[in-house]
């Protein structure tokens, strides 16, 4: 059974930091590695897929990367700013391709 | 951009009552999900659903739950006799296709969540 772990569960940065957010899989037989964004109250907003032949995937100030064989994702996050606080949520997709298993998240804080 | 809707925002029912919980999926999608988040807890997956039939469940979804596409625009979400413990924040999510097909452009669009809360 597919286990994923998110360290660490809450980070703090003032604005402007670069920061690393880390994703654990027990099982490295997944389709692809998806990280979310979750704001309070609020559904779950996709930010970055990886497919599991890739090693890393872009999206304006994040960058996500995929090791398969040490079961690691970290994602990235260039330059932070406030409106960056949220809950991040990494989460892998099985191989019949219809179950994502999610990560506890990380929260973190912004502070201006 | 294209949303999935979910109502109601909030429900509050009391122990051993019915409840079904409603999503609207994007137009076009074809596959369908539930999750729920306990307060505190991850996300964890229920359900999907593709070509009106179940495709993959978890153990917690036991005979207690069922999913229903009763048109072509509504999925919903049925808890025969709630219990304390089924009180969480429950997710629909859709996409377009087989998520083995996703293209590194193609999301998983979930909605904002009904929080359910049992009594």
């Known amino acids: 059974k597919q286990e994923v772990t998110q360290i660490p569960a809450a980070l703090s940065v003032p604005e402007g930091e670069n920061l690393v957010l880390n994703c654990s899989f027990t099982d490295s037989a997944i389709y692809n590695l998806q990280w979310f964004r979750q704001d309070p109250g609020k559904g779950l907003t996709s930010l970055l897929l990886i497919q599991s032949s890739q090693r890393e995937q872009t999206s304006g100030r994040l960058n996500a990367s995929l090791d398969k064989s040490s079961g690691r994702s970290t994602l990235y996050i260039a330059a932070s700013q406030p409106g960056d606080s949220a809950t991040y949520l990494c989460?892998?997709?099985?191989?019949?391709?219809?179950?994502?298993?999610f990560g506890g998240g990380t929260r973190l804080m912004v502070k201006p | 951009e294209p949303e999935v809707t979910q109502t109601p925002s909030h429900q509050v029912t009391q122990m051993g009552q019915e409840v079904i919980l409603r999503c609207v999926p994007i137009?076009?999608?074809?596959?369908f999900y539930w999750y729920r988040q306990i307060l505190g807890q991850k996300v964890e997956f229920l359900v999907s659903?593709?070509?009106?039939?179940?495709?993959?469940k978890s153990e917690i979804f036991d005979d207690q739950f069922s999913v229903e596409r009763p048109d072509g625009s509504n999925f919903t979400l049925k808890i025969r006799s709630t219990k304390l413990e089924d009180s969480a924040m429950y997710f629909c999510a859709s996409i377009a296709r087989d998520t083995r097909s996703f293209a590194t452009n193609e999301k998983l669009f979930f909605g904002s969540g009904t929080q359910l809360s049992v009594l």
């Open positions: 989460a892998g997709l099985n191989n019949a391709g219809n179950m994502l298993t």
């Open positions: 137009s076009n999608h074809l596959y």
């Open positions: 659903f593709y070509n009106n039939e179940i495709s993959e």
